[in-house]
């Protein structure tokens, strides 16, 4: 099966918390999403989206020095990582895959920041590449690899269409 790539246009950091919000409703238990983005891309607050999708109450923050966050109050557990001040072999010794297989964990959604610095890959995740673009609109890009599949997320096909068939615009007013 070819890999699918959806791509989506996000106005601003309203509607970066909708995708967010999207996801979390949709995704299954033991779902990896992989982050990459410049500083201020909108990482944190995709993952903030994420955590109110889960029905998360509480304040979703980049745990750049406490390098995980767990929240466990919704739907799933959400496991947030920043990797962004660690070296590889600090990541290994931080030991990811547990919280990504669900042994020493529930199993829930991982969310990972700065997911270029991690040293292996779990077999199965959702890249989530966040850009900007010209005019202040940002770009994200969601790949699955390995057994992730996002057919689940063709409602975004209903979406006002932009430049491609799947280019997406995206709105805080919309939902999933």
Not at 12 to 24: E, F, N, P
Not at 33 to 44: E, F, P, R
Not at 56 to 83: A, K, M, Q
Request: hydrophobic share 35%; net charge negative.
């Amino acid at each position: 099966m070819m890999a699918k790539t959806i791509t989506v246009s996000l106005a601003d950091a309203s509607s970066t918390r909708s995708l967010g919000v999207c996801l979390g409703q949709s995704l299954p238990a033991g779902s990896v999403i992989l982050l990459k983005g410049d500083l201020g891309s909108g990482k944190t607050t995709l993952v903030q989206g994420i955590g109110e999708g889960l029905g998360i109450t509480e304040l979703i923050v980049s745990p750049t020095f406490t390098l995980i966050n767990e929240y466990t109050e919704g739907r799933l557990p959400l496991y947030h990582f920043d990797l962004y001040r660690t070296e590889p072999e600090e990541v290994a010794a931080l030991h990811p895959e547990t919280y990504w297989e669900g042994v020493e964990f529930a199993l829930g959604i991982v969310a990972i920041e700065w997911a270029e610095r991690l040293p292996y890959l779990p077999p199965s995740y959702v890249s989530v590449c966040l850009s900007y673009q010209s005019g202040g609109d940002r770009r994200v890009d969601l790949l699955g690899v390995g057994e992730f599949q996002l057919d689940y997320l063709d409602e975004l096909a209903t979406l006002p269409q932009r430049d491609s068939p799947t280019e997406y615009g995206f709105s805080e007013s919309e939902n999933c």
